[in-house]
């Protein structure tokens, strides 16, 4: 190549003169902040921040709210009262409290306010909605037992003006409840864990009648919005400019009734680290958000909304919303579920008491302090004492229920672009993949094969014949995943957007007419899943008969269900306009892209047991989502840019997810907006394999750029990216069925495996795919070489390529070029893999599995198996493997996980029975093992000897030694000894 200094001065000069044409050709990303609120433009944020600043610049501040003892009564684990806000000297409001104390072992409080129990407030514009806070969040999101304990028990001889509850696992919980002002502190073991309240910032703004001397709304002439903001300050002090109506961006929320927020301090002593409260582009441990170097100014939004070309490192809010908070420390990991549907905050502030000098192991004392408020709805919170992070996150899961077991595929590639643009794109789409020998399992289709966005429709000029398309991908074992929106298009001659109306199951304007809004089609209507009737009637449609030309491989994507809407407020719907039974938007707007993915589930569901004689699990993508909605559909991150730092950005949000519960997560490979490099591309395969849904995607406005049309070397080095995904797949299938079971994360973080080492809390740009050991790290520069890993403790770890030593706390430096992945195998683990190279994860089926065995000096690991069928449900009857793999002295076994069966287990385990264990790679191995030529394997209770080979490690490396074809069963005992 010819060096830059022999090029004629005038080619040294063009590149600049290129790069500065492209600086003004190539489009700026940037989000547009002015379409969505600060806190001071959300009047309900703005007054509850100025309410905790009043409350902490004055000194004799006590909390207004207090626990009526009188009312006080306890049955069944349930705690029930009246909490009395005082107003005025002569005026109290009404506000039930219940503490229940689950079974499960969790806690929660509810707050409601009597009158609006009652129905005995009024509401202004005529308005149609309902009189109730929001009540039916718990609806949604819970699916698990909300029974109270029998053990908990109120202790005998409290302080007088408390309540204390014992509660929990052996009792080992206690709630202690301050009653003037109320206060609840939640304590394991004597010590206290999280605390509400205790910055006295409750506050549930009630029900008032709107007083004449403010002059409404429609009196105001234009343009006065920002003086009116400024100007009214009442003689109560109270901030009442956001009391009756809020304008933003041209947009005027009528608020029928009034101010309505309801907020919350919770504090979590001794913990300096919080986590959770996706989706946010930032870091996974939680930033402090009043100000300060390197804090946040803004509190964590949670509006669902579609933030177009969002930025990075910020608290705005995206598309979806999981109001779960996890607080860690060294020894102990709690959680707050804040069960809300409303457009939600939280700020967080930690203050540290310093240790004492003088006084021998006090040590410093961090506490986090968080300040969460609502727009609306009940005050509903749950909390989760732990101790450990899967603890908590298993309550978190028993509660709102796991990630769905998903279908084999769905955890494989999946081939995306806006848009493949006919029939017979996708089909040599496909054929390339096979050409190049790439492995992948799914194409999309985005908007344009519709027939004008009307959605079950095709494009007649360009999707001609959609079920030749699908055969012809079924032939190769590959889905096809088509999106459907939850706007329909208002227009003429369409079917779906006639019954819409006639059977009236859109959602409604404030006036309660049918509301009308633009999408993608133009204008729209916005089908109203809070509708059971819309359910069944959205099951109808996608019948084979209904949704002409798709089949059992037809998938579904659902986007756009923040919901996005063009011309609404904050790209959204008015809050005030009206859903089923007439709740606002404002308190369901969280909610509603879980019931839209949901109803979505549901209709595959439905038509996959009409159409199919064993029916299979469905799949949906979702880009909205709430608390539950890991029981339907898988995520992504929405619309990421083509750029270095939108890659590492990924990797803490598809961790947040993980640890909130919803670890089907990924985020679009490559890039949506923009053109990637080739490096880039190639990097963010590499990082994309370790993504739980791991799917490339591109914008209309991109060049085309899958795998195969980047040229070598980098199309050789995705596919082998693609490949180490296919190999895996038995361990993420393994450890998707955990998630399916216990609610854990997939990809987990460093805080998360190593719960007690303080050095890696913050680290979230590496990652564990759940219990198997293997570490990674995504290499997210540009032109690196090489990155350096973090290792939480002694235990050695060792390169799965090549075996190289990695031992010693602290962070070492891998060798990473271009063609290598950063991945570290963990001493002490066995890691199920398939070998053989195949196109798709269905032809891999009946493939034999190899075994790595990873040794440390104790000579022991351990790992598991779990695959079913990979489509069907028999896995709920037990029609499923799962073995334990164990290696100790020199000994490796292989059981089964759950003796006990389930009646589908003998016919599933009978068609599998050839599945065999073709390899055992053991890494790390005794040095005396190079002496060892044979190795006894017995099943069935027949011994017989298979031949050992062994390779000595040199410079660095670890030894191996490797069984080649030991003929041993899956589906059976057996026990492999080495020496
Ligand atoms: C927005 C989604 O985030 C993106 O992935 C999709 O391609 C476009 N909508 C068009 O449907």
């Not at 095709?458 to 001609?464: E, I, R, V």
């Not at 690196?784 to 031992?807: E, M």
């Amino acid at each position: 190549m010819q060096s830059r200094q022999q090029l004629p001065s005038s080619w040294t000069t063009l590149p600049v003169i290129l790069a500065t044409l492209a600086l003004l050709v190539s489009p700026v990303f940037m989000v547009k902040h002015e379409n969505f609120k600060t806190c001071d433009q959300s009047g309900f944020c703005k007054r509850n921040r100025q309410f905790a600043d009043s409350a902490s610049a004055d000194k004799s501040w006590s909390s207004p709210y207090a626990l009526d003892a009188s009312t006080i009564k306890f049955s069944k684990g349930q705690l029930e009262g009246t909490i009395l806000k005082s107003v005025a000297a002569d005026e109290q409001i009404r506000l039930p409290v219940v503490v229940s104390f689950l079974e499960t072992g969790s806690a929660r409080v509810t707050i409601d306010e009597e009158k609006r129990q009652k129905g005995e407030i009024e509401l202004r514009h005529n308005s149609k909605a309902r009189k109730e806070r929001y009540n039916e969040s718990e609806k949604h999101a819970i699916v698990g037992s909300l029974k109270g304990s029998k053990d908990a028990k109120v202790a005998d001889g409290a302080e007088k003006g408390t309540t204390v509850i014992y509660y929990g696992p052996d009792e080992k919980f206690q709630a202690v409840i301050t009653h003037k002002p109320f206060g609840l502190t939640f304590k394991r073991d004597g010590k206290a864990q999280v605390q509400f309240n205790e910055r006295g910032l409750l506050n549930v703004e009630h029900w008032r009648p709107k007083p004449p001397d403010v002059p409404a709304e429609e009196e105001k002439k234009e343009g006065e919005e920002a003086k009116v903001e400024e100007k009214k300050v009442e003689e109560s002090g109270e901030d009442t400019s956001t009391w009756w109506e809020e304008s933003f961006g041209g947009n005027t929320d009528t608020k029928p009734r009034g101010p309505e927020s309801v907020a919350l301090d919770i504090s979590f002593p001794g913990f300096s680290v919080v986590y959770g409260i996706p989706e946010h582009a930032s870091s996974m441990a939680l930033k402090q958000t009043r100000g300060g170097d390197g804090n946040y100014n803004e509190p964590y939004r949670l509006f669902n909304a579609d933030v177009f070309e969002y930025e990075l490192d910020s608290p705005m809010t995206l598309y979806g919303s999981i109001p779960f908070m996890q607080a860690h420390s060294k020894d102990s990991t709690v959680g707050v579920f804040w069960l809300n549907g409303a457009e939600t905050w939280v700020d967080i502030v930690k203050s540290t008491s310093k240790a004492n000098p003088l006084s021998l192991g006090s040590k410093d004392f961090t506490t986090t302090q968080t300040h969460w408020f609502s727009e609306s709805g009940l005050m509903d919170v749950f909390v989760f004492l732990g101790p450990t992070p899967s603890d908590v996150i298993k309550s978190y899961g028993e509660l709102t229920g796991t990630t769905a077991m998903p279908q084999e595929f769905a955890i494989a590639y999946h081939q995306c672009r806006w848009n493949y643009v006919t029939d017979q794109d996708v089909k040599d789409v496909d054929k390339r993949f096979d050409k190049f020998n790439i492995p992948y399992d799914v194409i999309w289709l985005d908007i344009e094969y519709t027939d004008g966005k009307k959605y079950f429709t095709w494009d007649p000029l360009t999707f001609k014949n959609p079920d030749s398309m699908i055969k012809h991908l079924d032939k190769r074992s590959r889905k096809l995943v088509t999106i459907i929106d939850p706007h329909i298009k208002n227009t003429d001659s369409y079917p779906v957007v006639d019954a819409l109306k006639k059977k009236d199951l859109a959602v409604h304007d404030k006036d309660n007419n049918i509301y009308e809004g633009w999408c993608w089609p133009g204008s729209s209507h916005w089908i109203d899943c809070l509708n059971p009737a819309a359910i069944e009637w959205w099951k109808s449609l996608f019948k084979y008969k209904a949704f002409v030309g798709t089949g059992s491989n037809v998938f579904i994507w659902n986007d756009m269900n923040e919901p996005s809407v063009f011309n609404g407020p904050e790209t959204s719907m008015p809050r005030d306009n009206l859903h089923f039974q007439n709740w606002e938007h404002r308190d369901v707007h969280n909610i509603y892209g879980m019931t839209y993915h949901n109803a979505t589930y549901q209709a595959l569901l439905a038509r996959s047991k009409a159409e199919e004689k064993s029916p299979r699990r469905p799949f949906v993508l979702t880009r909205a989502f709430f608390p539950g909605s890991q029981r339907t559909a898988a995520m992504w991150t929405g619309d990421n840019l083509a750029e270095w730092s939108h890659l590492a950005a990924s990797l803490p949000m598809v961790l947040n997810q993980g640890i909130a519960g919803m670890p089907f997560a990924g985020a679009d490979v490559g890039g949506f907006f923009g053109n990637p490099s080739k490096e880039l591309l190639t990097r963010w395969y590499q990082a994309g394999a370790f993504y739980p849904f791991f799917r490339g995607h591109a914008h209309i406005d991109t060049r085309r750029r899958e795998p195969y049309v980047a040229g070598e070397p980098y199309t050789g080095i995705m596919t082998q990216a693609l490949r180490l995904r296919y190999s895996l797949l038995p361990a993420w299938y393994t450890a998707f069925r955990e998630a399916h079971v216990y609610g854990t994360p997939i990809v987990r973080p460093n805080w998360f495996v190593h719960p007690e080492d303080e050095g890696g809390f913050a680290l979230d740009d590496q990652l564990y795919l759940a219990d198997t050991g293997l570490l990674f790290k995504p290499v997210v520069a540009e032109a690196a070489n090489s990155v350096d890993i973090y290792l939480a403790d002694d235990t050695p770890y060792f390169d799965y390529f090549t075996y190289k030593t990695y031992k010693g706390k602290g962070s070492h430096t891998i060798e990473a070029p271009l063609e290598k992945i950063p991945l570290l195998m963990r001493a002490g683990h066995i890691v199920p893999r398939r070998d053989r190279a195949r196109r798709s994860s269905a032809l891999m089926r009946n493939d034999p599995y190899t075994l790595v065995i990873v040794l440390g000096s104790d000579g022991k690991a351990a790992g598991e198996l779990y695959f079913d069928d990979g489509e069907s449900f028999d896995y709920e009857a037990g029609a499923y493997i799962h073995r334990t793999f164990s290696y100790a002295d020199g000994k490796l076994s292989s059981a089964d996980k759950y003796p006990e069966k389930g009646k589908g287990f003998d016919k599933y385990a009978k068609s599998v029975s050839k599945l065999r264990v073709e390899r055992v790679v053991v890494v790390n191995p005794p040095a005396e093992w190079e002496k060892v030529a044979k190795v006894s394997v017995t099943q069935d209770g027949k011994e017989k000897y298979v031949k050992m080979s062994f390779v000595k490690g040199e410079s660095g490396h670890a030894s191996y030694a490797v069984v080649r074809d030991p003929k041993v069963q899956i589906v059976k005992d057996w026990g492999i000894v080495f020496a």
